[in-house]
């Protein structure tokens, strides 16, 4: 099966700073990514959808200027959390849809701590 | 998209049958129903999908009534490796849409 990889796995930042989660299609090209945030013992929430080439779109509620999202190749999305806070300590989770598959692949997760 | 409704919990004993039953009551004539697994601090993993009757593969099978407004994830004689949240979904069948997860239910295999 396709297969979607995250870097970094896990990543402790100071309050203030900004951190990128990387999202890779390894063996396939991924033209739209999708970025989830999970909270402990909760459902994944979507965030946005990456689009290569184009703007991401986000979903309500998420500030565009806080989670920066790049879709600059068919195979890398990047998620840039700046000017981190501790309430944006969460799971970061990734996925995309290989065509010709009918579902999507996600990654394994970036999980995010912010001291 | 259509909501789902998932039980929170489960508990089953090992070498049980377990069913998981989902209700999608807005469930569009186009939508698919998707089922993934979740292990802690990992991405979800599909694990069986179908539109309507009985789909089987070698994990699990899925039934949809006729109406399609529910469906059963049945898991045969799980073992303590089964313990994830299993999720389950309701759109398009290529998965190019993005997909919004319910709670999910979180099933407990106990020795």
């Known amino acids: 099966g396709a297969v979607v990889s995250q870097h970094p796995s896990r990543v402790i930042c100071k309050s203030g700073t900004s951190v990128k989660i990387e999202c890779r299609s390894l063996d396939f090209q991924a033209t739209t990514m999708f970025w989830y945030r999970q909270f402990p013992k909760q459902s994944l929430m979507l965030m946005a959808t990456?689009?290569?080439?184009?703007?991401?779109?986000?979903e309500q509620g998420v500030e565009k200027d806080k989670f920066l999202i790049n879709h600059a190749s068919l195979t890398l999305s990047t998620l840039t959390v700046t000017s981190a806070h501790p309430e944006d300590s969460s799971f970061y989770i990734c996925s995309a849809p290989p065509s010709g598959y009918n579902e999507q692949f996600f990654g394994p997760g970036t999980r995010l701590t912010v001291l | 998209l259509a909501k789902t409704t998932q039980p929170i919990s489960m508990d089953s004993y090992e070498g049980q049958e377990v069913n998981i039953t989902c209700s999608h009551n807005n469930i569009a004539t186009n939508d698919y129903i998707t089922w993934y697994q979740q292990f802690p601090s990992q991405g979800p993993r599909f694990i069986i999908q179908?539109?309507?009757t009985k789909v089987t593969n070698e994990v699990a099978s899925l039934f949809i009534p006729a109406d399609r407004k529910s469906s059963t994830l049945s898991l045969p004689r799980v073992s303590l490796s089964d313990t994830a949240v299993y999720y389950c979904?309701?759109?398009?069948?290529?998965?190019?849409?993005?997909?919004?997860f319910g709670t999910g239910t979180r099933l407990t295999v106990i020795p």
């Open positions: 990456s689009n290569e080439g184009s703007k991401a779109t986000y």
């Open positions: 979904l309701v759109g398009d069948r290529g998965g190019a849409n993005n997909l919004f």
């Open positions: 179908g539109y309507k």
